[in-house]
């Protein structure tokens, strides 16, 4: 089991967690889960005038071994708008635009969408469940 928990955090409201959202999918293979703007193809949606998020952003997908991978789609630009960041305990990488990591099994932690314009991020935590 894959679960998500999504706050939307703009800049006044810095160290509150506004628009919290929850989504969770079984870890069978081609389990799918998005994060975005879109809400008819994504689990947790995004406020719809936060550009700088795509309108499917992120996707997690549970692979044949029953382990997670995230993946930053490729939007409509040909360069982002906003920053991913994934962060495990005290270990944090950079995402590339397009890029796949896998998640740790077993493990928690949490991708950060950052708007490289303002002051607002998309805090995405995750657990993954053995």
């Not at 008819?40 to 550009?51: A, F, N, Y």
């Not at 360069?79 to 590339?96: H, K, W």
């Amino acid at each position: 089991m894959l679960e998500l928990t999504m706050a939307t955090v703009s800049g006044a409201d810095s160290g509150a967690t506004a628009g919290m959202s929850m989504a969770d999918a079984p870890s069978e293979p081609g389990a799918v889960l998005r994060v975005g703007r879109d809400a008819s193809t994504c689990r947790l949606v995004t406020p719809e005038d936060w550009l700088f998020v795509s309108r499917v952003h992120l996707e997690f997908l549970c692979g044949p071994d029953g382990g997670w991978q995230l993946t930053w789609l490729r939007g409509s630009q040909p360069e982002p708008s906003s920053e991913v960041r994934l962060v495990v305990g005290e270990y944090a990488q950079l995402l590339g635009y397009g890029a796949t990591v896998r998640l740790p099994h077993g493990g928690s932690g949490e991708i950060v969408v950052q708007d490289r314009t303002e002051p607002r991020s998309v805090n995405v935590g995750f657990y993954h469940e053995v």
